[in-house]
């Protein structure tokens, strides 16, 4: 099992955020990452077509000898890691707004979620409110943060449309006096430095992508897995490649890589 990879996808580029701290963590595993650009962003699309890409890229990744799975998107992971988790026996780790470090932690008792309108809009979503904050004691601002993810993967991080956007969806964050924002879509921590900036610098702006991370490393520990021999390899497949595709995917991930077209 030390010989493994770790299967890493994604709607889009935004998983890239988690990939990027698992290989500073992990830095002996082979990481195989898959970007599903060419049907980005699932937000879109219908929950029955986010599932059956699940299944279909997890299948692809345990015929590449997959020794866990992280579902580095927080759309797929409402939709689909629990059916996931029946059909497969190697860990799968995903990822989801982290309300509860935000309800915990508010010193004034309001808190923001920057998400994608099927995260904020799924059954996953309600039940993690219904779970960190029962009683409603802190005011949680859910913003549906639409078009922010194609900023991310168009590489106009600093473009003005992407500024006007960050400034209307932090505006109800600002005026709650929240403390804490929680980016929960995996592709918001490529927008951190501007999203901080919209907020001001007395609130917490929260990337999960570290503690997904550590997830990682703590179940590879767990089933005995963990490679510490060899520097680790990365690979990077996506669907619909494109030039610009490949370029961003460099941006993104701090150095110049070569991605390959995938065709599943």
């Not at 866990?68 to 497969?88: E, M, P, W, Y």
């Not at 006007?164 to 505006?171: A, F, G, M, R, V």
């Not at 999203?195 to 917490?204: D, Y």
């Not at 497949?237 to 995938?262: C, D, F, R, Y």
Request: charged share 20%.
């Amino acid at each position: 099992m030390q010989k493994g990879i770790i299967g890493i996808f994604d709607s889009g580029l935004g998983g890239l955020s988690i990939a990027r701290e698992v290989r500073k963590i992990l830095p002996s595993e082979d990481i195989l990452y898959v970007g599903d650009c060419g049907n980005a962003p699932y937000g879109d699309q219908p929950e029955v077509f986010v599932i059956e890409r699940v299944l279909k890229i997890s299948d692809f990744f345990l015929k590449h000898n997959a020794k866990a799975i992280v579902v580095a998107c927080n759309t797929a992971t409402a939709a689909a890691i629990d059916i996931l988790r029946t059909k497969v026996s190697i860990p799968v780790i995903g990822v989801e707004p982290a309300l509860k470090p935000a309800v915990l932690n508010t010193k004034t008792g309001a808190v923001g979620v920057m998400a994608t309108t099927r995260t904020i809009s799924s059954e996953r979503y309600q039940k993690l409110l219904n779970t960190y904050n029962p009683d409603n004691k802190v005011k949680v601002v859910s913003m549906k943060c639409s078009g922010l993810m194609n900023c991310v993967e168009n590489g106009a991080w600093d473009a003005p449309e992407t500024i006007d956007l960050i400034e209307k969806y932090t505006k109800p964050i600002k005026e709650a006096n929240a403390d804490f924002t929680v980016l929960g879509c995996t592709h918001y921590p490529f927008l951190k430095k501007q999203i901080s900036k919209a907020l001001g610098p007395n609130v917490m702006v929260y990337d999960p992508s570290p503690a997904v991370a550590k997830q990682v490393l703590h179940q590879l520990e767990k089933q005995g897995s963990l490679e510490l021999a060899k520097p680790g390899t990365e690979r990077f497949l996506i669907t619909g490649l494109t030039p610009k595709t490949q370029e961003i995917i460099s941006m993104l991930w701090g150095k110049p890589v070569s991605a390959e077209n995938l065709e599943i």
